[in-house]
Every structure is written in structure tokens, then in C-alpha cells.
């Protein structure tokens, strides 16, 4: 009689843990558009912090590292390899201490500073406006310049503009000229102040919408050069700023920014970047799906003043934050990264797709050796961390053409809370190859996905997958390929619409369908 009930109570067990699996249920509609998913929902950020700018892509001319015009080529060929569409600079709070008019002409004769924010460390200017431009030309990316209304004047910033872009007879292009750059240089991506709510200037929100009307007011058109004017956005969930700044500047603004960290733990002690149990790693994952919250209630007051979304929503700072790696410089926010790293660059990418009707920009915080860096350095040394290798796989979306999906299926379940264990987007490109980047964050469970491909008659699938053995494996200097992409065999089509995929557990994977 006991052997029976126990013979039961498994058979139940399998029973449910079949009913389970069974949830995932996933429509792609495969002919229907929703619009393009912009390249520069891929774009980065890097400030003068830490060894993001010099050791990161800054070596000099004269060094023994590879570099073209004294920034390093390892770096770059890197980027360009994941088609990085923008790059952000020079901060982050830093933009707001920067005089620009410091980092141009003779590099000897460049006045020095205190880098306040990041370290109290020198800051030579021997990266300044020329060097930044030349990285972008050298990336092929669209630069991005954040203006300092901080500690700026409004003059200093609409020279910058007019020393950068204008092509004529005036003051400030022919210094550009006198410092080497004949012909100006396109710049359309312009902030105007950053994170002017705190270390911008801890100004409300009504306040920094006058400034920055004023600000705008004279950041001028030269020739065909069109600024898109990217406004100070909100703090997270400070929706009150969204609000104002739509209310009081919207018909200024073509971009409105937002900022959000993923921090396991508090600020205080935001938690170790390799050394965490499943608890930290739950968190993590949940205050990453906080963004799909976040970006729907800051576009619903975007919607009320903007209803044909005009204005783009422009995640320009986002990211882990953890402890600094013991023993560095705590300014210097340098922090490994592992695959729990890749599985929230995985999430907030798919998020940012799945909104890429009103958010037009995102920037990773920050590219080289600072928060969730795709690049590590030492001297001569680079690795790629895990976090690159989901932008290398979803680059595959850059530019191309949102398609609905829905998806209902299992949860993750850790003590008594519940989130999403599964994310996923899909884009169609200009070939008709469909591309799928699904997430699964359950630490310990694979997620079957019965999907049903609407709307196309599918012949092949291929696919590539981001997993590793433990959740807090990374790339060292020592074993740079640690973790790294692979060939996913784990995708079956079958009669042209039915497509079932095994997802591993902690794992991100691109689907091409054709
Ligand atoms: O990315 C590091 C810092 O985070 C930036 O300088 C600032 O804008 C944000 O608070």
C-alpha cells in the first residue's frame, strides 16, 4: 500500500513537471511589421573614468601597444565587430565638469584637472574633442556629446557645437582648423547636461526645464548638420521629471534620456560582481525586469504630450553596478563580468527591442574596464567578456523590423516570488531572415518552447547560444575564452510554421530562421 502511494506521488510529480514545460508557448507573427528596431538601441557609453578612456582606448602615439593615432586597435576592431552604432562622451557626471576648450590643441600645452568624481586622479585632456572624433570615424559610429549645463556656460556650449560643425569663416572653426580638422565633423546626437537631478547640478525638474530651454536655444544647425537634442531624463522611476520635462520642454526635445542601474543588493553595498548565491542572483534578475516597467510608464507620459512619438526615449545610461573588484581604486568602478552579466544584457536588449517604438537609443554603461564592461584591459592584454557576446549575437537585430510575439510560459521561482523565467524579441531583416534572441534566466531548468511561426513557411533554423557551467564563470586575462558563443543545436523545425526549442537554463540564444 505505501509502495503504491509513493509509485502515485511520483507519477504526479512527472506528471506536473511535464504540465510545466508544457506552459511555453511562443507566436512569432512573421508578417507582420512593427517598425524598425533602431541600430542605436546597440550604442555604448564611455566617460572619463577609471581606465574607460586612457589604458581603454587611449595608449598614445608612442606606445608599444597596436594603435592607430594612439588609440589602441585591438579595441577598436573589437567594437567594430559588434557594429557599435554610437558612442557616448565624455560622461556621465564628468560631462558636466568638462571644459571642452581643455582638450584641444598641443597635447603638452592641454591644461590639467582633477577628475572630482571619479578618484581625484589628473586628468591631462590628452583625449579631448579631436581624439573622441577620430575613435568614432575609426569605429564608424555616430558620436554622441554629452554638453555640460552643470558647470558650463551656455556660451561655451554653443561654441563647441560651432567649433565641431560649422564649416564657414568664424572664430571657432578656424581654431579647428589652426588645431589640425579642416572640415568639420557630423555630430546629431547632443545631451544637453547629464543627470542634471543629482551630480548635474541637483536641480528640480522645473528648474532644468528652463535651463534647458535656454541651453537649446543655442545649439545650433550649421550647414546640413542636424542636432538631435537629447534632454536630461528621469532617475529611474522619478516619473514627476518625465512629466514636467514633457510638459515644460517637450517641443524642444527630440530625445528625453533615462537612467537605470541593475543593483543586486542596496548602494551601500551593491554586492561582488563574481561571488553571489542564487538569493543575489534572483535579485538581479528581477530589479533587470524592472526596466520593461520602467520604459512602459515613462512612455505612457510620453504618449500623453507626444502621442506620434516623435520624441525617442533614450536609455543612455544602463547596466550592472556591483562592489569594485577588490583591491582597485573604489572611483575607478571597475568590476568583472560573468554570465548573469550576459543574461541582463540579454533581458534589456529584448526589452529595448520590444519598445523601439519609443525608445530610439540605448547605452551600455560603460564600454572599457568601468560597470558592465564588454571589454577588459591590462596593458597589452584584452578580453571580451560575456556581456559582448550578447551584443554580438543581437546585432543581428540592428535596423531591422520589429515582429509581435507573445509568449506565455513558466515562471522562476525562487522562496516565494515568482518572475519571468523567459524573454524573448524577434526582427526580420532586409534579406527576410528572421532572427529570435531568447533568454532564460531560470538558474537550474531548461524551458521547452513550442513556437508557432506565423505567417511564413520556414525551411531552415540555425542558432547560437551564450551558456557556461556556473553562473559566475567569466573570461581572465588568464583564460580569455572562458565563456564564449557556440553552435545551438537545440531548435527543430517542423512543417514549416511549428518550431520547438530547448532552451538550457542560464543561457541566451539567437535563432535565424529562413
Ligand atoms: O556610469 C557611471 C555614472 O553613473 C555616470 O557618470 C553618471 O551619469 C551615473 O550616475
Known sequence: ???????QVFMLAIASSITLNAQNRLTIEADQEKGAISRHIYGHFSEHLGHCIYGGYWVGEEASIPNTRGIRNDVVEALKDVRIPNLRWPGGCFADEYHWMDGIGPRDQRPKMVN??????????????HEFL??????????YISGNLGSGTVEEMSKWIEYITFDGESPMANLRRQNGREKPWKVKFWGVGNESWGCGGNMTPDFYSDLYRQYATFCRNYGDNRLYKIACGANGDDYNWTETLMRKAGGRMNGLSLHYYTV?????DKGSATNFDEAEYFATIRKTLFMNELITRHSTIMDRYDPYKRIGLIVDEWGTWYNVEPGTNPGFLYQQNTLRDAIVAGINLNIFNNHSDRVKMANLAQTVNVLQSVILTDEEKMVLTPTYWVFYLYKVHQDATLLPVSFTGNKYRHGNEDIDAVSVSASKDATGKIHVTLVNADLSNEQRIETQLRGISAKKVTGKVLTSAKINDYNSFEQPSNITVKDFKGATLSGGSALSVV???????MLEIE
Open 503 to 509: 532552451l538550457p537554463a542560464k543561457a541566451v540564444v
Open 264 to 268: 543586486p543588493l542596496n548602494w551601500n
Open 134 to 143: 577620430d575613435l568614432c570615424e575609426q569605429l564608424d559610429a555616430a558620436p
Open 1 to 7: 500500500m505505501k509502495r503504491k502511494k509513493l509509485f
Open 116 to 129: 572630482t568624481h571619479w578618484g581625484g586622479v589628473v586628468e591631462d585632456n590628452s583625449f579631448g574633442t
